[in-house]
């Protein structure tokens, strides 16, 4: 607890020393700093990071596919699906910068979010009228707003940015 209250003043000192900053928004320079916790493994940190980046921008795509990552790594699974989802509904053409696995860098970040929401079994189509769903049994099966229809399906591991 302790920790967590000396990290959100850290955060606090950090984000009134950015606000003259011209070149880096403050939910991306947070985003940034949370990216470099994770791919240290230090999820608590990297979470305290990215839900301050979230609060400031909850559009941010590389702050909800890295956050979904914390969530995904630490057994959140439905957090994790709803970062992920929420990246597909924006649709953003921005692409990954850095990775901390190889090959992942350039691909666009709806890519990794569509990865990863298949490696936690979730199935994300494009909407199609001739799709039957009726014999899907118990799979949770949602229309979203972004037109596409998910299904939860087995998991694997999550791919991270």
């Known amino acids: 607890m302790k920790k967590a209250t000396l990290l959100l003043m ?29 791919s240290s493994s230090d999820y608590s940190e990297a979470e305290a990071y990215l839900l301050v980046a979230l609060d400031i921008n909850p559009n941010n795509p590389y702050t909800l596919l ?19 989802q929420k990246v597909l509904e924006l649709n953003p ?40 769903t009726k014999d899907l049994g118990e799979s949770a099966v949602t229309v979203s707003k972004a037109n596409t229809i998910t299904m939860v399906l087995p998991h694997e591991a999550p791919l991270k940015p």
Do not use: W
Request: overall charge negative; charged content about 25%.
């Open 93 to 132: 053409e921005e692409t990954v910068v850095k990775s901390n696995r190889e090959g992942y860098s350039g691909k666009k970040i709806v890519e990794l979010a569509r990865e990863n929401l298949k490696n936690l079994g979730v199935f994300v189509a494009q909407k199609d009228p001739e799709l039957n």
């Open 10 to 38: 850290l955060i606090a000192l950090v984000l009134g020393g950015c606000t003259t900053s011209p070149h880096v928004s403050q939910d991306m320079f947070l985003s940034e700093h949370g990216f470099a916790a994770l």
């Open 66 to 84: 890295n956050l979904g990552v914390v969530f995904q790594d630490t057994g959140r699974t439905k957090e994790a699906i709803q970062m992920y």
